[in-house]
């Protein structure tokens, strides 16, 4: 569950002893009744209390049953309290249909870390990791006499169990009925008990769902954090720290996975401002950032005093998405931010390429809903048989994940205060709205399923169906990559005979895709397109070349422009090589790159860099802190590597302390550049430059300068679920780590640093690993002065 991560507090490592234990100045909670009066919503709509402590504590999730009875997931055991099982499941009933909930029963308690229910029939679903529990009440006293686990193993691939990260949002689909849930990347080898005949599925970096009826678990296209939602037409939506709105575009189980001709990823970022979009808080700062600013102030802790760098105003720890199917706002969506003590709203408009979010006209500078008490902690939402609007406040003194706490300050916190509270709020509009009109899907809704389900139609109809989507949206990057793919490979002469006019780059993409030779006669065309300033023409023309073993693949280095190299130094380790030569410095930066990236992953690569470095044609600070790694782990080169490359310091906190003095250097963005394109484009994205394996640059402009330090001089100190590595080895001793992308019985998918996706057949694998650890690794900083990270922390800072 993303509830606001405190990396930023890493930053008060001290270089002497720790502060003074003093008291933390401590924001008291408000009555039901003193909360209500501190919001701030929108003028049209109202808000009433529809239940609170002792009838219910710590809710994160709602779900009306059938009856209109409010089933409420209660994870009272967040956040360091797992093994005492305290979480349940409670039942709220409101007889007089008044909007309050007169009476409370514990339906079914004894949990860990529950995070999820969702009613169905006579009973309910809950997810509480590792576990997906089902419970009913026979006999109607309230209390589930039926439990059982019907699926096990969310989260047990994991190195170790993140509270923030868990098996989520149980959902059912408003059309097909199949119960969806998130993993939070941290999927795990699902098994149903009491079945030994069904093998165990693998759902590292995917979501799912299942058939309530059936139980028939399948893997579907994910993955992001805490928080997801459909429309009424079926589409998909989930949420993650501050990509707050993603469109889930389409099931990528369906693609065909060992094509050169990468396909675009399903987790579409929808919001039109984007990631780490303003919010408009109207709660304080929290008191522990007041004693920190104090702290840093009279020198106790190292560290800027807060102004550099915005502490908050922006997305961080989105929430629990929800779109409403009530009155409040119908086909709108709510986003909790629970860091910021708000709920952001968000119109939904579709174009032809797919869905895309604004801001509400009348929230240009404030939010649906805020609160000026920082206890108030909107986690998730749902709609209610009322009409009404339903939020989980789980109200806490602190949300913040124990990890991200220095031992200094967390002694000053009590991480349980808040855990025997909890309300639900209720918000209906002032005035009744009209009915709403009954509205046709946007045609761009379910359009990339629609064209990937056709894969499974007979070929007659699948070229007809190929051919209609082509005539319409050929001219869409995103849907006619998705057309090409959901063709068989014998399908191309049929289906280019079908398109008119001729194209001649789509029949090389199509290649591409499938892994085909192209046809001999567009030979001449994929030479042509190698220098297309079209970078997907570029890329299937390569790659076609590439398939067909054209001699134009095998031509000299200086001889093609930049792109074309790139290409060849990625896909061809000889062409890789070539690279380690004296006229290593005057290659441009991105071939510098692709080399890099592509040579440490094979053993005859990591010979050749290390014999460049000892050669000192290749300069040891140019070496990225992957490949370093990389030459220190083969045996091969391990002894030499470390001498010529010194492992970093292992204690990352003295490193951090260490390099306290940057913050303190007015850096220079244009020199940063250089060091980001040089050592951080490989996994991060700025405009068109890098390659989006992590984080945008664009997400890190409102973090400050202190909670970027700490990100990279210790990028394991806390790891989202989907960002982890998974590291896989092959038999004949290649090794590649990136992002999972797939598992399952065929084989693996990487993305790889540097953009590429690689598929790996299961026969083909020795080993695969998912350690607990950032796929960046540990002394990205080295060579690194204190001036030249300073230089490169003001260039990501820069709006």
């Not at 059912?172 to 795990?188: D, M």
């Not at 003295?654 to 490989?682: H, V, W």
Request: one cysteine or more.
């Amino acid at each position: 569950m993303r509830l606001r991560l405190l990396a930023c507090l890493a930053l008060q490592l001290p270089t002497q002893a720790d502060p003074p234990a003093e008291p933390l100045p401590r924001l008291p909670p408000l009555s039901p009744e003193a909360a209500l009066a501190v919001f701030s919503l929108h003028p049209d709509y109202q808000i009433s209390l529809a239940a609170s402590e002792p009838e219910v504590t710590d809710p994160v999730s709602l779900s009306f049953a059938p009856g209109g009875s409010l089933f409420v997931a209660e994870m009272r055991d967040y956040s360091e309290r797992r093994h005492e099982k305290l979480s349940r499941i409670r039942c709220l009933k409101d007889a007089n249909k008044d909007g309050r909930f007169e009476s409370s029963t514990v339906f079914l308690d004894g949990l860990s870390w529950v995070t999820s229910v969702v009613a169905w029939r006579d009973g309910i679903f809950a997810a509480a990791s590792p576990d997906i529990w089902w419970a009913r009440d026979s006999n109607n006293d309230g209390v589930a006499d039926e439990r059982r686990i019907v699926f096990s193993g969310f989260g047990n691939t994991a190195a170790t169990l993140n509270v923030q990260a868990l098996v989520n949002s149980l959902t059912v689909h408003p059309l097909n009925g199949r119960i969806y849930g998130a993993t939070a990347g941290n999927g795990g080898s699902i098994i149903r008990p009491g079945h030994p005949n069904t093998p165990p599925l693998n759902l590292n970096g995917a979501d799912f769902s299942f058939d309530p009826n059936l139980l028939d678990l399948r893997p579907e296209s994910g993955t992001a954090q805490f928080g997801l939602s459909f429309d009424q037409w079926g589409n998909r939506f989930v949420c993650s720290n501050s990509r707050h709105f993603i469109w889930v575009a389409y099931d990528r189980s369906a693609l065909p996975s060992s094509g050169l001709f990468p396909p675009p990823s399903p987790l579409v970022d929808a919001a039109a401002d984007g990631p780490a979009a303003p919010v408009f808080r109207s709660s304080p700062e929290e008191p522990w950032r007041v004693v920190r600013t104090r702290w840093r102030a009279s020198g106790l802790v190292p560290g800027l005093i807060e102004g550099n760098g915005r502490a908050s105003g922006y997305f961080t720890s989105a929430s629990g998405i929800h779109i409403s199917s009530c009155s409040v706002s119908p086909g709108d969506a709510f986003i909790g931010d629970v860091g910021s003590n708000l709920v952001h709203r968000k119109q939904i408009s579709w174009n032809p390429d797919g869905p895309s979010a604004h801001r509400h006209p009348d929230e240009s500078s404030r939010e649906f809903l805020s609160s000026r008490d920082t206890w108030f902690r909107p986690v998730s939402f749902t709609s209610g048989p009322d009409g009404a609007l339903y939020i989980a406040d789980m109200y806490r003194e602190f949300i913040e994940h124990p990890a991200s706490l220095p031992p200094s300050l967390k002694s000053l916190m009590d991480l349980d205060s808040g855990h025997d509270r909890g309300r639900i709020w209720r918000i209906l509009p002032i005035t009744k709205p009209a009915a709403r009109a009954s509205t046709p899907p946007p045609p761009a809704s379910s359009l990339p399923n629609r064209i990937l389900a056709s894969r499974s139609l007979p070929p007659d109809q699948r070229l007809a169906a190929a051919s209609s989507f082509w005539k319409t949206h050929a001219n869409s990057p995103f849907l006619r990559t998705l057309i090409l793919a959901s063709l068989a490979p014998d399908d191309g002469p049929a289906f280019f005979n079908l398109v008119s006019p001729p194209d001649p780059l789509a029949a090389l993409q199509f290649a591409a895709t499938h892994r085909l030779p192209p046809p001999p006669d567009l030979l001449s065309k994929a030479r042509d397109l190698r220098r297309s300033p079209n970078p997907d023409a570029r890329l299937a023309a390569l790659s076609s070349l590439h398939l067909a073993r054209d001699p134009a693949w095998a031509q000299s280095l200086p001889d093609d422009p930049t792109p074309v190299r790139e290409f060849l130094v990625r896909h061809d380790p000889s062409a890789a090589i070539a690279t380690l030569t004296t006229a290593w410095p005057q290659l441009p930066a991105t071939l510098r790159s692709a080399a890099l990236e592509t040579l440490p992953s094979s053993p005859q690569g990591r010979l050749a860099l290390l014999a460049a470095l000892e050669s000192h044609h290749l300069p040891p600070t140019d070496l990225p802190a992957l490949a370093a790694a990389a030459l220190r782990k083969d045996p091969a080169t391990a002894t030499r590597a470390t001498r010529l490359l010194p492992p970093p310091p292992p204690d990352r906190t003295a490193e951090i302390a260490r390099r306290q003095p940057a913050l303190a250097l007015t850096g220079n963005p244009s020199k940063g550049r250089a060091t980001f394109l040089a050592r951080c484009a490989l996994c991060h994205r700025d405009g068109p430059d890098g390659f989006p394996i992590g984080p945008d640059r664009s997400s890190f402009s409102t973090k400050g300068a202190p909670t970027l330090l700490v990100a990279i001089l210790d990028p394991s100190r806390e790891v989202a679920g989907q960002f982890a590595t998974t590291t896989v080895r092959l038999h004949n001793g290649s090794e590649s780590s990136g992002i999972l992308l797939r598992d399952d019985p065929s084989g693996v998918s990487l993305r790889l640093p540097g953009g590429t996706e690689s598929a790996f057949s299961r026969a083909d694998i020795a080993a695969l690993d998912r350690p607990a650890r950032s796929l960046m690794p540990d002394g990205v900083e080295a060579g690194l002065s204190d001036a030249d990270l300073a230089d490169l922390l003001a260039f990501l800072m820069q709006p």
